[in-house]
């Protein structure tokens, strides 16, 4: 059973998401061991709780500065054995020792084909604001890890949404999430508790 550790920051959707698909089976090699979020108000962390599990809230501004935030972070993911962190809607920067620690074992989803309308500034209703702007036909979402750079990792999966005329930034975000964001997600978390994802450079390859 892969470990799985789960990071956010506010609903909770994709985390949900997973729940759903860890209880009707469909991942069946992986369990959520805890939620860390970085605001105590999220009501990811409610879902969690509803579930039994483990659920924390450790926020950046309570440390004095970045590593000793990294350090608590590393500290409560390491006692709880996690093996892939999952950033569902998980607000804060991660620092670079942070990711290259986690090298590959930290996936994140980007509501968004990457690359486009993806990285520093890009995160919430600004995605769809800046797709719709642009007036693209289709969007959608990624699933990637997660490196140094931000939305730069290698890509897991990607699933396009189409953009309809009227649509506003909130429609669009509903849309991507209900036809892309709750799909890929737990795909991917099934996909690499099967040992069935292969990280070549820049690259992911997919086994069958
Ligand atoms: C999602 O749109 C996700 O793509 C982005 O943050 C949002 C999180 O929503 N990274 P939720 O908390 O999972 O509902």
Redesign the pocket.
């Known amino acids: 059973m892969l470990k799985v550790g789960v990071l956010?920051s506010?609903?909770?959707?994709?985390?949900q998401a997973i729940l759903d698909n860890i209880e009707s089976g469909y991942i069946n090699n992986a369990k959520i061991v805890t939620v860390i979020s970085s605001n105590p108000e999220a009501y990811?962390l409610k879902r969690a709780e509803k579930y039994g599990i483990n659920a924390v809230c450790i926020k950046k501004k309570d440390f004095s500065d970045e590593e000793s935030f990294l350090n608590a972070m590393e500290k409560h993911l390491d006692s709880f054995g996690v093996e892939l962190i999952v950033l569902?809607?998980f607000m804060t920067v991660l620092g670079k020792s942070f990711t290259e620690k986690y090298k590959n074992k930290i996936i994140?989803?980007?509501?968004a084909l990457i690359p486009s309308f993806c990285g520093d500034g890009f995160?919430?209703l600004k995605v769809h604001e800046e797709a719709l702007k642009k007036g693209v036909k289709v969007t959608g979402?990624t699933v990637h890890f997660v490196n140094e750079e931000t939305d730069g990792g290698p890509i897991i999966l990607q699933k396009a949404v189409e953009v309809q005329d009227d649509d506003t930034p909130e429609i669009l975000?509903k849309r991507v999430?209900e036809q892309a964001?709750w799909k890929i997600f737990p795909e991917a978390v099934k996909l690499i508790s099967e040992g069935k994802i292969v990280v070549e450079g820049n690259k992911v390859r997919r086994l069958l």
């Not at 506010?10 to 985390?15: R, V």
């Not at 994140?108 to 509501?111: A, L, Y």
């Open positions: 956010v506010g609903g909770g959707t994709n985390l990811a569902a809607g994140n989803i980007h509501p995160y919430g979402a975000q999430m964001e």
